[in-house]
């Protein structure tokens, strides 16, 4: 299926300090009055689906993506927007670079490669204890294979997307990493993947994609 993809690249006074948790706050505080903004309806149930607007921060320097109807949300706000509030810093911008483009996004005939830019949460508190015990590093990855494979079929499913053929995915060299989501710690993992199934550049893929995590970008 085509997709819209909007990137919203900021260029600040100086190298933003913080994380893409407190860059999403800010949006959400600036522009409440849009649901894919924050995720939330209006009696403060969360809206379950992926997330539509993703925010990043790759270093130093903040961006925010938008799918499909969040690319439209940002298009309709972007002139709003003269500075960033990240914690208590605030930063004056300087330049704003929008870039948007239609992608593909589906299944395909051939493999493509893809590295996270920001570490993937793969593991949840079951499954966590559950890729601890296995021995191996084999194992490991084929645990890490299929959780990722679920990832792409419930992000399709959020996007209305029906995957009409099995997604088959190889892990590449894979990398465990320690980091926080709102203050929590975290295992995430760096490193590279394959599979028959095209993802637009920039996109999260996983846990908190909102926040940033899971983000990844095809190898060439």
């Not at 493999?111 to 830019?117: Q, V």
Request: with cysteine.
């Amino acid at each position: 299926m085509k997709v819209k993809t909007l990137i919203f690249h900021f260029a600040c006074d100086e190298s933003v300090k913080g994380t893409a948790d407190k860059l999403r706050g800010f949006f959400a505080n600036m522009f409440g009055e849009y649901t894919l903004i924050h995720q939330h309806l209006h009696d403060n149930e969360f809206l379950y689906k992926a997330p539509l607007i993703q925010y990043k921060i790759f270093n130093g320097k903040p961006v925010v993506l938008g799918i499909n109807e969040g690319a439209d949300v940002l298009q309709k706000i972007h002139e709003d927007i003269a500075y960033l509030r990240i914690g208590r810093a605030e930063y004056q911008i300087r330049e704003k670079n929008i870039t948007l483009k239609t992608d593909y996004f589906g299944t395909s005939g051939s493999y493509h490669s893809y590295s996270f830019l920001i570490p993937w949460l793969a593991l949840n508190e079951k499954n966590y204890d559950k890729y601890q015990r296995l021995g191996t590093w084999a194992k490991k990855n084929e645990m890490l294979e299929s959780i990722l494979i679920g990832n792409i079929i419930s992000m399709s499913k959020s996007l209305g997307y029906t995957v009409p053929e099995p997604i088959k995915a190889n892990m590449g060299q894979m990398k465990e990493v320690h980091t926080k989501l709102k203050g929590t710690p975290m295992l995430g993992f760096f490193g590279s993947f394959s599979v028959n199934f095209e993802i637009p550049d920039y996109w999260g893929i996983g846990k908190s994609v909102s926040r940033g995590f899971g983000t990844v970008v095809r190898r060439v």
